[in-house]
């Protein structure tokens, strides 16, 4: 007899029957997969907050804070239009606000005069 044959011999009549050693399903959970909700459309374009930053920023000087206050929009959003307006030249921005929460030192944006 062949090792083969001897293996098939005790496989078949000298083991004992598959049991499970936990106390689990004896096969796979075929769960259905929950539904990803689609995000939302964006209420406005990409550069409607550039405009909106424009249009607070002609009425005066202001800081991130007090211009993301008057656009109802998030500061951090804001601060990083300003910080991306300022570096494509479409605002000036000077360091002489003291913020009123921390105490430092923070930007003050303004728009740049057009020369033509």
């Known amino acids: 007899m062949t090792a083969v044959q001897h293996m098939v ?3 078949l009549h000298h083991h004992k029957p598959w049991t499970p050693d ?3 399903a004896n096969g796979p959970t075929f769960k259905i997969a929950p539904i990803t909700p689609q995000p939302l459309p964006r209420p406005q374009p990409r550069d ?7 249009t607070q920023l002609q009425k005066g000087p202001a800081t991130g804070a007090e211009v993301a206050d008057a656009i109802r929009y998030a500061h951090h959003s804001v601060n990083a239009k300003l910080s991306r307006m300022y570096i494509d030249g479409h605002v000036r921005r000077t360091k002489n606000s003291i913020s009123a929460q921390t105490g430092r030192t923070v930007f003050v944006y303004s728009l740049k005069e057009l020369r033509g």
């Open 9 to 11: 011999d005790y496989l």
């Open 22 to 24: 936990r106390q689990i």
């Open 48 to 54: 409607a907050i550039k405009g909106r930053i424009l």
